[in-house]
């Protein structure tokens, strides 16, 4: 039985064949057909993405407040009227905040000529940019000049055209009061409609969601429950976690350019929590305006790089420390999809999707990693490792890249011990590659060199050993992979305090070597004649004082088997712990005044008496 190639909790299963169907040319065109539904269907698609998306966001709150006894449609109603009325304070702040900055612009004029005049004069070329400037005015007098000309042959003053200008009528109140509302008329019908389907979807929730796994198939309640709960969470969790971190992000902004001295800092806040909610470029858009103010307004460069400053140490301290504590997982997205999913729904829905870009492409993952048939989608835009660790280091061997094996070890090292690495990443990749080897995969130089590569990937993560004697000798059975594992067992019993050291290569044993105890490891499974000739052709090396430990390290699928050795002082064993716990026994340790002679040596008494 081969093992399961980069099959493991951690990561993907492999695509089935009803999850290969949706990728079929008419699973592509099926795609493609929701694709410019999405997009046709905009304007009445975006307001109900909206709605959806407030709904997973107040339904906790909602649900709150029902168990504390307050009956489902007052609980709607308070969140709605709390989340209008907060809206409603947001823009009067957000207007009030721009006149007031309108009406000090014209203050900031001399500052902000004086600023391009010393920028113009201490550039490089800066005689060049005032003759560009000069060129250009010049130029268009002349062509100013010319299209006023009097045509080709006219005489006197009577050939020329006379101008005409036509005035519209002037507009009633009706039609003034039209022209000044018509461009609101959109953005509060589209309000109304995210209202009104926001207080059905939480009123009608449980129904809502019943159907909805009818839809997703009645006849696997499980899969389809699982699926709801699993979306809901991630998009409660994720909302309410990115509104209070945009929250204080924004009120640390505020505060920061309160100090700096940047005029209408609540202004600058609001817009810097609102813009963060836009993925990947919403933090950056939020610094660009109060830098230019700040550059306009300081008649020297500190307020300006004060505000750069600001807005990198913010966003520094969010996305590596705070970021990572509040998100965590939640999302379930990989940061491709993220920025995948920026594009995609930008291209379709425009600023709206930038909004909705993260929350539905959560939506379209859960549905992947529930629903069989879109399973694709799980693979394209989950956080999931698509390999797992022990295949995604055997896959850089192959490749023949064992310097990113060997970093990708290191990496995962600093997350676990040396010894669950050995057992969960670098066995089981030696394991495929023995697969491979006995189906025919490996065979020739290609063997050679990812034995090799597994080989170096493993000696690369060696410490510098102590100076002295060693008391273990570690030497593989038969090729690289055997001597792998042996520079595994070598590096596990230096870490526990026990002097050790490798042979030069697999089966590479001098005669009589001084060490007490001689660990021989086989990293794959071997036959009971196999390990027979094994121990007598290493014990004539070795003579009969030193221990040998005949370590086995076969794949999970494999039958564990009682081994008896015949030779005396000779052990067999499984595995790193035993390996390791084996060694420390049988080394020798100081004698206690009253311990008898055989224990001094570090021996049981039977071995000691054969």
């Given at each position: 039985?081969q093992?399961?190639?980069?099959?493991s909790p951690?990561?993907?299963?492999?695509?089935?064949?009803?999850?290969?169907?949706?990728?079929s040319?008419?699973?592509?065109?099926?795609?493609?057909?929701?694709?410019?539904?999405?997009?046709?269907g905009?304007?009445?698609l975006i307001?109900?993405?909206?709605?959806?998306?407030?709904?997973?966001?107040?339904?906790p709150?909602?649900q709150?407040?029902r168990?504390?006894?307050?009956?489902?449609m007052?609980s709607?109603?308070?969140?709605?009227a709390?989340l209008?009325?907060?809206v409603?304070?947001f823009?009067?702040?957000?207007a009030s905040?721009?006149?007031?900055l309108?009406?000090?612009?014209?203050?900031?004029?001399?500052?902000?000529?004086?600023?391009?005049?010393?920028?113009?004069?201490?550039?490089?070329?800066?005689?060049l940019i005032d003759?560009?400037?000069?060129?250009?005015?010049?130029?268009?007098?002349?062509?100013?000049a010319q299209?006023t000309?009097?045509p080709?042959g006219a005489?006197d003053?009577q050939s020329?055209?006379?101008?005409?200008q036509v005035?519209?009528?002037?507009l009633?109140?009706f039609?003034?009061?039209?022209e000044?509302g018509?461009?609101?008329?959109e953005?509060?019908?589209?309000?109304?409609?995210?209202?009104v389907f926001?207080?059905?979807m939480?009123?009608?929730?449980?129904?809502l969601?019943?159907?909805?796994?009818?839809?997703?198939?009645?006849?696997?309640?499980?899969?389809?429950t699982?699926?709801?709960d699993?979306?809901?969470?991630?998009?409660?969790?994720?909302l309410l976690a990115?509104?209070?971190?945009?929250?204080g992000y924004?009120t640390?902004?505020?505060?920061?350019?309160l100090?700096?001295g940047?005029?209408?800092?609540?202004?600058w806040?609001?817009?810097?929590a609102v813009?963060?909610?836009i993925?990947?470029?919403?933090?950056?858009a939020?610094?660009?305006?109060p830098?230019i103010?700040a550059f306009a307004?300081?008649?020297?460069?500190?307020m300006?790089?004060?505000?750069i400053?600001?807005?990198v140490?913010?966003?520094?301290i969010?996305?590596n420390?705070v970021?990572?504590?509040l998100?965590?997982?939640?999302?379930g997205?990989?940061?491709?999809?993220?920025?995948f999913?920026?594009?995609?729904?930008?291209?379709?829905w425009?600023?709206?999707?930038?909004?909705?870009?993260?929350?539905?492409t959560v939506?379209l993952?859960?549905?992947g990693?529930?629903?069989p048939?879109?399973?694709?989608?799980d693979?394209?835009?989950?956080?999931?490792?698509?390999?797992?660790p022990?295949a995604?280091f055997?896959?850089?061997?192959?490749?023949?890249?064992?310097?990113?094996?060997s970093?990708?070890?290191?990496?995962?090292?600093l997350?676990?011990?040396?010894?669950?690495?050995?057992?969960?990443?670098l066995?089981?990749?030696i394991?495929?590659a023995q697969?491979?080897r006995?189906r025919?995969?490996?065979d020739g130089?290609?063997?050679?060199?990812?034995?090799?590569?597994?080989?170096?990937?493993?000696?690369?993560?060696?410490d510098?050993?102590?100076?002295?004697?060693?008391a273990?000798?570690?030497?593989?059975?038969?090729?690289?992979?055997?001597q792998?594992?042996a520079?595994?067992?070598?590096q596990?019993?230096?870490?526990?305090?026990i002097?050790?050291?490798?042979a030069?290569g697999?089966g590479?044993?001098?005669g009589?070597?001084?060490a007490?105890?001689v660990v021989v490891?086989?990293a794959?499974?071997a036959t009971?004649?196999?390990?027979?000739?094994q121990?007598?052709r290493i014990?004539r090396?070795?003579?009969?004082?030193?221990v040998l430990l005949?370590a086995?390290f076969?794949?999970?699928d494999?039958?564990?088997?009682v081994?008896?050795?015949?030779?005396?002082?000779?052990?067999?064993t499984?595995?790193?712990?035993?390996v390791?716990t084996?060694?420390?026994?049988?080394?020798?340790?100081?004698?206690?005044?009253?311990?008898?002679?055989?224990?001094?040596?570090?021996?049981?008494?039977d071995i000691a008496?054969?």
């Amino acid at each position: 039985m081969q093992p399961d190639n980069g099959r493991s909790p951690g990561s993907l299963p492999a695509l089935s064949a009803d999850k290969i169907a949706a990728l079929s040319p008419s699973g592509v065109l099926l795609i493609l057909a929701a694709i410019a539904a999405l997009y046709f269907g905009r304007d009445i698609l975006i307001p109900f993405a909206l709605a959806i998306l407030i709904s997973f966001a107040m339904a906790p709150v909602v649900q709150q407040l029902r168990r504390l006894g307050v009956p489902r449609m007052p609980s709607v109603l308070i969140i709605v009227a709390c989340l209008s009325l907060a809206v409603a304070s947001f823009i009067v702040v957000l207007a009030s905040q721009t006149i007031d900055l309108a009406g000090n612009l014209p203050r900031y004029q001399t500052n902000l000529e004086a600023k391009i005049q010393s920028v113009k004069e201490v550039a490089p070329g800066g005689g060049l940019i005032d003759r560009l400037s000069g060129m250009v005015v010049k130029l268009t007098k002349e062509a100013s000049a010319q299209a006023t000309a009097a045509p080709m042959g006219a005489g006197d003053d009577q050939s020329r055209p006379v101008q005409v200008q036509v005035l519209p009528n002037a507009l009633s109140p009706f039609e003034l009061a039209w022209e000044v509302g018509r461009p609101l008329i959109e953005p509060f019908a589209i309000a109304g409609i995210v209202l009104v389907f926001s207080v059905f979807m939480l009123l009608e929730r449980e129904d809502l969601r019943n159907r909805l796994i009818w839809l997703l198939g009645p006849q696997d309640l499980t899969r389809a429950t699982a699926a709801m709960d699993d979306a809901a969470q991630r998009l409660s969790r994720f909302l309410l976690a990115q509104a209070l971190l945009n929250l204080g992000y924004g009120t640390a902004f505020g505060l920061g350019l309160l100090i700096i001295g940047v005029p209408n800092p609540v202004l600058w806040g609001l817009l810097a929590a609102v813009l963060r909610f836009i993925p990947l470029v919403g933090g950056l858009a939020a610094a660009i305006l109060p830098t230019i103010l700040a550059f306009a307004i300081d008649p020297g460069w500190l307020m300006p790089i004060e505000t750069i400053g600001l807005f990198v140490l913010l966003d520094i301290i969010v996305v590596n420390a705070v970021e990572p504590l509040l998100y965590g997982s939640s999302t379930g997205l990989s940061p491709f999809a993220v920025l995948f999913a920026t594009i995609f729904w930008l291209t379709l829905w425009g600023i709206p999707g930038l909004l909705l870009a993260t929350p539905l492409t959560v939506c379209l993952a859960v549905l992947g990693r529930h629903v069989p048939q879109f399973g694709f989608l799980d693979v394209m835009l989950g956080s999931t490792p698509a390999l797992a660790p022990e295949a995604h280091f055997y896959q850089r061997i192959l490749a023949g890249d064992p310097l990113e094996a060997s970093e990708l070890a290191e990496r995962h090292m600093l997350q676990q011990s040396r010894q669950a690495l050995f057992e969960t990443m670098l066995l089981p990749a030696i394991h495929m590659a023995q697969a491979d080897r006995r189906r025919g995969a490996l065979d020739g130089p290609r063997r050679s060199a990812v034995w090799s590569g597994i080989l170096a990937a493993v000696v690369d993560l060696e410490d510098d050993a102590p100076d002295g004697p060693a008391a273990v000798l570690c030497l593989g059975a038969r090729d690289d992979l055997d001597q792998a594992a042996a520079h595994m067992v070598a590096q596990l019993l230096t870490d526990a305090g026990i002097a050790c050291r490798c042979a030069e290569g697999a089966g590479a044993l001098p005669g009589a070597p001084e060490a007490a105890v001689v660990v021989v490891t086989n990293a794959g499974p071997a036959t009971e004649h196999q390990l027979g000739r094994q121990i007598r052709r290493i014990r004539r090396r070795i003579g009969s004082q030193a221990v040998l430990l005949i370590a086995l390290f076969e794949p999970d699928d494999v039958e564990a088997r009682v081994l008896e050795p015949t030779e005396p002082r000779t052990i067999v064993t499984r595995g790193f712990a035993a390996v390791t716990t084996v060694v420390s026994q049988q080394l020798p340790r100081p004698a206690a005044p009253d311990e008898p002679a055989a224990a001094v040596e570090g021996l049981p008494p039977d071995i000691a008496a054969a």
